[in-house]
T-cell receptor
Framework: GDSVTQMEGPVTLSEEAFLTINCTYT??????LFWYVQYPGEGLQLLLK?????DKGSNKGFEATYRKETTSFHLEKGSVQVSDSAVYFC???????????FGAGTTVTVRA | DSGVTQTPKHLITATGQRVTLRCSPR?????VYWYQQSLDQGLQFLIQ???????AKGNILERFSAQQFPDLHSELNLSSLELGDSALYFC????????????FGPGTRLTVL
């Protein structure tokens, strides 16, 4: 069935460092892909999405490109800030039976 | 603010008890999802309703049940509570399509003592 594999954390970085979180998926066809972020004490919120192959989603300096050749949707940011400390979830493709689980996510801590 | 509301924010109860968590989706959203987030299990999908009908079931225990009412709000009922049920419970809502963004509520923190 459809699924996603996300890089495990935790990840600790210094401010202004480059961040990449790997995410690969298996799916039937080319579904929409999403990255969600959970800041401390809050619920998940959409960070960015891409609705078709070769699309690039971007928001708050984060980018992810939907690459069908490698079935990947890696999240990147060129220069992280302390405020980017959060848990990042690569959402699995929604399968035909609509079942999905986000897993543990990747905890990112940015130090000043 | 996602537009999804959940009550209560915190809930403390004892083992064996029953609780009800409530969720109001964003205006216009027909789908409601329930998730459980614990430290050891991550964010697990429990169940989804669409316009009052159950659409998908995930890792939901038999002691748990949910429903979506005609006004589209949803309730998650947890019974015979165990210590391991302590977790954050999130509700999310989305539109009609499976590709629509899910909007998450702030969660209910359940502590079972």
């Amino acid at each position: 069935g459809d699924s996603v594999t996300q890089m495990e954390g935790p990840v600790t970085l210094s401010e202004e460092a480059f961040l990449t979180i790997n995410c690969t998926y298996t799916a039937t066809g080319y579904p929409s892909l999403f990255w969600y972020v959970q800041y401390p004490g809050e619920g998940l919120q959409l960070l960015l999405k891409a609705t078709k192959a070769d699309d690039k989603g971007s928001n708050k300096g984060f980018e992810a490109t939907y690459r069908k050749e490698t079935t990947s949707f890696h999240l990147e940011k060129g220069s992280v800030q302390v405020s980017d400390s959060a848990v990042y979830f690569c959402a699995p493709p929604v399968s035909n039976d609509y079942k999905l689980s986000f897993g543990a996510g990747t905890t990112v801590t940015v130090r000043a | 603010d996602s537009g999804v509301t959940q009550t209560p924010k915190h809930l403390i109860t004892a083992t064996g008890q029953r609780v009800t968590l409530r969720c109001s989706p964003r205006s216009g959203d027909l789908s409601v999802y329930w998730y459980q987030q614990s430290l050891d299990q991550g964010l697990q999908f429990l169940i989804q309703y669409y316009n009052g009908e159950e659409r998908a079931k995930g890792n939901i225990l038999e002691r748990f049940s949910a429903q979506q009412f005609p006004d589209l709000h949803s309730e998650l009922n947890l019974s015979s509570l165990e210590l391991g049920d302590s977790a954050l419970y999130f509700c999310a809502s989305s539109g009609r399509l499976s590709t629509d963004t899910q909007y998450f509520g702030p969660g209910t923190r359940l502590t079972v003592l």
